[in-house]
């Protein structure tokens, strides 16, 4: 993992652009795509969709934690739009939510990072692209990466025509995994090399919550995978 610590670093916090989100709005005049975003989850994902193919909001836990206040907006500075600079952001951003969090708030919190001199031209090859690099980093940790910028395709698991991640401020969100995540770490178009090492991290992460049947489930899927990717299979 690249060092935060070095002159050459590609990515750091903005001084003083840490606030939470009930407190963001002091920032605005300083960092107007923390309203862009804020009035996005306010006016889309904590609410119902008729597209989105399940009853509920499309972000079921992000209503909660707005509610608990542990919902936490930055600023990063870069110092390109590589997918290297994309993905040391991304580490900044890991990094800062494990500083922040508590165990007692770990499950509700989330941190949303935004990039105040990131190109408008470069938003999508920057967000997208740190975003599958760095990914497997996050899982690890037994945390979850979004990707959102305002040209996003992401669909939603119940919808793939549904843009979720379409938000007009570019930015990268962190939480923690948590069981319903399941859905999203062993989707048929991920690598097989890579679905495992997520269905490994979400055992070794989520697995002490699951019922038995869902543990012996899972298991068995990381069986088959394995041995998909023993033989050869390319998904």
Known sequence: MPSHTTSNRRARV???????????????????????????????????????????????RLAPAMRADTVRLVAIALTGTSFEHAVEAGYVLGQLFDELTPDADRQSAALLGFFPGLPAQDAADFIDGGHRLARPW???????????????????????????????????????????DLMFLDQPDTPLSDRLIYLDAFRRHVGARLSPAAKAGLQT???????????????
């Open 14 to 60: 903005e001084p003083g652009s840490l606030t939470s989100a009930a407190g963001a709005a002091d920032l605005f005049p300083r960092y107007p795509m923390y309203q862009q975003g804020l009035d996005w989850l306010e006016q889309f994902v904590v609410r119902p969709h008729p597209d989105l193919g399940r009853p509920g909001a499309v972000c079921p």
């Open 138 to 180: 996050f899982v690890e940790r037994g945390l979850m990466l979004g990707e959102f910028h305002p040209t996003s395709a992401v669909g939603s698991v119940h919808n793939p025509d549904l843009p979720v991640m379409r938000c007009p401020a570019p930015m990268f969100a962190v939480r923690a995994i948590t069981p319903h």
């Open 221 to 235: 899927r990381i069986t088959e995978v394995r041995a998909a990717l023993n033989s050869g299979e390319s998904s």
